[in-house]
């Protein structure tokens, strides 16, 4: 039997505690450090309505999404016996990821070097904006920083226009998914050396792979791309079409010249559909203008996964832009039981994004909700650690550790 | 760590961007991955853009080249039964098999789950489709742009009086291809324990929904719908804003107050630190026009790099808004030797980006060129499968390989 990977968890907001919950899916002990004085400042982020309530770090939606599977303590890691029993954790544990920047976490003592004293098997991945190197190393970024130094930025948006950010901060769920990765291939190579490992994961330079197609473009042909809007460069017609109700909006490709085909019969082969130059995507390119505005008037009156259904049927690419709330009700979603409903306290029962992948025959399941604050400071220092009931009230009493947070 | 995954043999059969994202991530760390395409014209990649001298053909696709790197290459028709033997007999001496073939077709092939299990009791089997196995869409048609739309990336994208706008790139399949590749190396770690084969399936609609937290999640928490907000980041940090300056544009991202206090201070006006409008989040949420409006006076005389380096110099988040040329001439990336040269019989000197992240103080290191197509084939069905020179000839004038 594998024996479960034990995580300590270091980070804050959403890439790197993302990165561990991926790796508390798939079924290892996550351990998530929290300080007294220093809350995950996530857990501030996304909430709505009443500012005042009781407990409101216990109700971010964005936080208890990233950090169900994990167990969560708060430890003071200023304090010299608050970095002793860190150590004691690392001691005892796979891997660390920490998202704290190079210069803090050498502050704190706990950088790679002294943590290989204690653990000489440990994987450590860090993961600041810009990498743990060269001269803007200490430079600072949220999701929408790493995304537009990746170039990202710079070629979304409406053609003509400004640039524009990414809708969700796309940065933080893929240098999630790169710190998720580096962790694994950290772990087959320190099984291969039978020693640790320290990895650099820049959030930029995971990011560059998305934007390969634009960065070759100038490698290799000197091309500056710049935003296409909901155009493509090669099909047409493709965009964004308004439908009915409240701001519906329905997405069509036309892919190939079969689609086309296809697209003309569903619509009943309208006279503007039978100018022989729309046969081919250059001529339908060229006639993008006028195509948009009849789309536009066939797609108005209906709604957005009524269009959707019916040219799927016929072979023709469109999807529904789902809002929120929609991706919530989504039918295919739905049949696929995708969305996982999870109960958890303080916070009630709510959805969540589902697993990926879906595994079988052992599907990842999800055997712990996010942690309250200090939830399981006596399972941590008493089961895992050893230490006595007396020393962790001491503890307690030194807010060494703590369930009660110091609030921003 | 460019040997960390030495141990772990890939049957790789996938096409375009996903699947083939997902084995060069494990190829250029180290894992052993054998690409098998059809006779002719290959996968569908080879003719993606952008290709060199702007000249399509089976061996000039820049991308291409970027998603195949540390990789062999076999052709085989997988249509004929020999073709599907020699797979099998590849599979079974692999780890681990992944595709990306819209669903049903694997079967149809012949690759089905009780010949797989025969072939190799032990197979990690990793599955990349656009909208998985099952479900009312699952022979949907699916484009970047549809892919985002119904993965919910595009609703809150863009000017609230315009459509909804999709992100530019292919970012989907990228995302679909890390999960795969993360979730075949947990599979490979959980073989010895399972002792059966393990089916893994990612769905690109699932893996974009996954990413998305600022929607649906906070819809069920407090019915809050995001709504487009254009050049401003909306929820909960009003001050995530792209705005214009001397030479182009910046990313302002001062989202906590205290780099919004550090930021006015830069721009000259320290006397709004104080201004009630700008002292709470809910606050600095209702007032951002003004916040901006008070920046601008300042940015539009300043150039996009001193506003980065004055800002980061003071702890405010900050960027310039780069091109992808600037991207690729960042001195940071210089510095940290980022960027890889690889020579290519028709691309000459291939600039790509590098495995995305190092052992910690050392360098990258050079990975192989993407293979020709068949370029292995002979060396690959000789060591894997003992043929002989003569039988891969026999193989190639009926056209199996």
Redesign the interface.
């Known amino acids: 039997m594998t024996k479960p990977l034990r995580i300590v968890d270091l980070t804050n907001g959403w890439a790197g505690p993302m990165a561990t919950c991926l790796l508390g899916d798939f079924g290892a002990q996550v351990i998530k450090v929290e300080s007294p004085s220093h809350m995950d400042w996530w857990r501030g982020s996304g909430l709505q309505g009443s500012p005042d309530g009781p407990k409101l770090y216990e109700q971010s939606p964005t936080f208890n999404t990233v950090n169900r599977n994990k167990i969560g303590i708060a430890l003071e890691l200023t304090h010299p016996r608050g970095r002793e029993l860190f150590k004691e954790l690392i001691r005892v544990s796979d891997v660390l990821v920490a998202n704290y920047p190079p210069r803090i976490l050498r502050k704190l003592g706990i950088d790679f070097d002294a943590l290989l004293a204690v653990n000489p098997k440990l994987v450590m991945v860090t993961l600041p904006a810009f990498g743990n190197t060269g001269p803007e190393s200490e430079y600072v970024g949220f999701g929408c920083t790493t995304e537009a130094m990746a170039g990202i930025t710079g070629v979304s948006g409406y053609a003509g226009g400004p640039p524009q950010m990414v809708s969700n901060a796309i940065g933080d769920p893929v240098s999630a998914l790169n710190a998720c990765f580096a962790s694994l291939v950290g772990m087959f190579e320190q099984e291969r050396r039978g020693a640790g490992i320290s990895v650099d994961l820049s959030h930029v330079e995971g990011l560059l792979p998305l934007n390969a197609e634009a960065l070759l473009d100038y490698t290799v042909n000197d091309r500056v791309q710049e935003p296409i809007g909901n155009r493509h460069r090669t099909m047409a017609p493709h965009g964004c079409y308004p439908c009915a109700g409240d701001d519906g909006w329905v997405f069509i490709s036309i892919a190939s010249d079969a689609e086309w085909e296809k697209f003309c019969q569903v619509l009943g082969q309208p006279a503007w559909t039978q100018k022989e130059e729309l046969a081919t995507a250059v001529g339908r390119k060229a006639a993008e203008n006028a195509l948009d505005e009849h789309l536009a008037a066939w797609t108005k009156d209906q709604e957005h996964t009524a269009v959707m259904e019916q040219l799927q049927q016929a072979g023709v690419t469109a999807g529904a832009v789902l809002s929120g709330p929609e991706v919530m009700s989504d039918a295919h979603l739905a049949a696929r039981e995708f969305l996982l409903a999870i109960d958890r306290e303080e916070a009630g029962m709510h959805l969540y994004p589902g697993f990926v992948p879906a595994f079988h025959p052992k599907p990842s399941e999800v055997h712990h909700p996010a942690p309250c604050f200090g939830e399981h400071n006596a399972k941590v220092f008493g089961d895992i650690l050893g230490l006595a009931e007396e020393e962790i009230q001491q503890l307690e009493s030194e807010r060494i550790i703590s369930q009660e947070p110091v609030l921003p | ?1 460019k ?6 043999r890939v049957v790789d059969l996938t096409h375009y961007i996903a699947g083939p ?1 997902c084995t060069k ?1 494990l190829a250029d ?1 180290g894992a052993e991955v054998l690409k098998i395409e059809k006779p002719g014209q290959g996968e569908g990649g080879r003719g ?7 000249q399509p053909g089976v061996e000039r696709s ?2 291409f080249s ?2 195949n790197t540390n990789k062999q290459d076999l052709t085989l028709d997988l249509k004929t039964d020999r073709g599907r033997e020699i797979a099998l007999a590849l599979v079974g001496q692999a780890d681990v098999l992944v595709e990306n073939f819209r669903p049903g077709v694997l079967d149809r092939l012949g690759f089905t789950a009780e010949a797989l299990e025969q072939a190799n009791p032990h197979l990690v089997h ?1 599955s990349i489709s656009n ?2 196995s ?4 699952r022979d ?4 970047d ?15 609230l009086d ?10 989907g399949q ?2 679909a291809g ?6 075949t ?3 490979v ?2 073989r ?3 002792n ?1 084969v ?6 690109i ?3 974009l ?19 487009r907000s254009g ?1 401003q ?1 909306h ?3 009003p001050n ?1 804003v ?1 705005l ?1 300056c001397a030479d182009g ?1 910046v ?1 302002i ?1 001062a ?2 107050p205290h780099q919004i206090y550090a930021l006015l201070k830069m721009v000259g006006r320290p006397d709004l630190a104080n201004d009630p409008r700008f002292q ?1 989040v ?1 606050t600095l949420g209702a007032n951002a026009q003004e916040l901006h409006a008070a920046l601008l006076p300042w940015l539009k005389d300043q150039k996009k790099e001193d506003i980065y380096h004055a800002a ?1 110099a003071r ?1 405010i ?12 001439e ?4 210089k ?2 030797g ?2 890889l040269e690889i020579a290519h019989p028709e ?1 000459g000197t ?5 495995p ?6 050392k360098p990258l290191w050079p990975l192989t060129r993407a293979p020709l197509l068949g370029e292995h084939t002979q060396e690959v069905l000789g060591k894997k499968l003992g043929y002989a020179a003569a039988d891969v000839r026999q193989l190639r004038a009926e056209g199996i390989v």
Do not use: N
């Not at chain 2, 040997?3 to 772990?8: E, F, N, P, Q, V």
């Not at chain 2, 993606?48 to 702007?54: K, T």
């Not at chain 2, 890390?178 to 979730?183: E, V």
């Open positions: 760590m040997h960390a995954l030495s141990g772990i994202y991530l760390y993606l853009p952008p290709f060199f001298a702007d820049g991308l970027f998603l990793t909208f998985g099952s479900g009312p869409y949907y048609r699916m484009t742009g549809v892919a985002y739309a119904l993965g919910g990336w595009t609703y809150p994208m863009g000017e315009r459509p909804p706008v999709q992100p530019g790139g292919a970012f990228y995302i890390l999960y795969a590749a993360i979730g190396l947990q599979a770690r959980d010895e324990s399972l059966a393990q089916h893994l399936e990612v769905s609609q699932e893996a929904v996954a990413t998305t937290l600022y929607d649906f999640v906070a819809f069920s928490y407090s019915g809050f719908i995001r709504q050049r980041f929820l909960g940090y995530l792209t214009p544009y990313g991202h989202g906590l709470t809910a980061q702890g988040p900050a960027c310039p808004i780069p091109s992808p040329k600037e991207v690729v960042w001195v940071h990336l510095e940290r980022h960027f691309g291939l600039k790509i980006p590098g995305p992240f190092r052992e910690y103080g």
